[in-house]
């Protein structure tokens, strides 16, 4: 199978990108600066190659469907974040925001549906946070929450392509790296919240979006893959 990744070539989407090469696959990463995703296909050998794509210039995400052509899956791991009290919210933050968790991927799916083979899906991914309100992430929660809804009616207007949505919980990818201590702390606390007793990994990610993408009976769904960390 031949997958586009966007935000494909660290963290969650790195995880992805190995597992399908370890299936035998083929990968193209894409994310809107080149240098990370040339150092990401030098890694992992041959049957990756990377596209640059934007998700808030739709016109990069037009281009690179005809320049990648016929996929199999188009994932999309993106995020970008506006955290904060609402009263201190940047409007343009708040844009780019949706941009990547939802006006991104409704341009990929329009974009990129004519190329997919039979078979074919899309995945998006959504977040814990939708489930679990808390403050100052209240933009986090709703594009979140968005992907979600955004996967149900795609997987009616685009049938028979497959549409779901993967919400991860708290996952050591990288992403809470830069709070030094502070990221033990969370991940202690989550540890001890989640009725699995951990965080994820990302291969625990991994593992689910290979399913998704695989199993040809699945659509318009959201798979939780948060230890639990929603219902705690
Ligand atoms: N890690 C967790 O604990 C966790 C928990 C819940 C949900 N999730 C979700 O799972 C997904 C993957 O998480 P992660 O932790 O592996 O990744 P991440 O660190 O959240 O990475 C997000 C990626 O999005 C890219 N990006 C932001 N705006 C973009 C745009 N306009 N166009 C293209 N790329 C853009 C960033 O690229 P740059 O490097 O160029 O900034 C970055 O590579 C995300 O959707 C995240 O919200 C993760």
Sequence with gaps: MRVL???GASG???????AVLDSGGEVVLAGRRREPLDAATAELGPRASAV????ADGPSIAQAAVAVGPVDHVVSL???HANGPVADLDGAAVRHAFDAKVIGPILLAKHFAPYLQGGGSFLFFSGVAAWK???G???MATTNGAVAFLAE???VELAPLRVNALSPGIVDSGAWDSMGSGKDTLFADTACANPVGRVGQPSDIAAAALSLLTNTFVTGVTLHVDGGGRLA
């Design 133 to 135: 309100p808390a403050l």
């Design 137 to 139: 992430l209240s933009v």
């Design 12 to 18: 969650i989407g790195r995880a992805i990108a190995s």
């Design 5 to 7: 990744l966007v935000s």
């Design 153 to 155: 009616a795609l997987a």
């Design 78 to 80: 993106t995020a970008d």
């Design 52 to 55: 640059v794509i934007d998700l």
